[in-house]
Nanobody
């Protein structure tokens, strides 16, 4: 079955950086589009970024464009989210997902606060 394990979250000050990782298994990772979503306290889960199977096409939510970068390593079945210039409004639980399969991991908490 599809398994997704997110890691790399934590507490960071505004303006800081974090790199999230998501290790995937149970499906053919190299042909799957992968996405990151986030859910802030009291809000629904929202799209952050996506990357095509070969890494050649990426898409971002307007709120993170220019600050976040999604990437992947198909040899390691891992997708990454590099987050720079973090803001308090980026505080959320971050999830990765292969949209085609509708599966979710446990998420990783990111807290941006001074």
């Amino acid at each position: 079955q599809v398994q997704l394990v997110e890691s790399g979250g934590g507490l960071v000050q505004p303006g800081g950086s974090l790199r999230l990782s998501c290790a995937a298994s149970g499906f053919t990772f190299s042909i799957a589009t992968m996405s990151w979503y986030r859910q802030a306290p009291g809000k629904g889960r929202g799209f952050v970024a996506s990357i095509s199977s070969d890494g050649g096409t990426t898409n971002y939510a307007d709120s993170v464009k220019g600050r976040f970068t999604i990437s992947r390593d198909n040899r390691e079945n891992t997708v990454y989210l590099q987050m720079n210039s973090l803001k308090p409004e980026d505080t959320a639980v971050y999830y990765c997902t292969p949209p085609k399969f509708g599966s979710w991991g446990q998420g990783t908490q990111v807290t941006v606060s001074s």
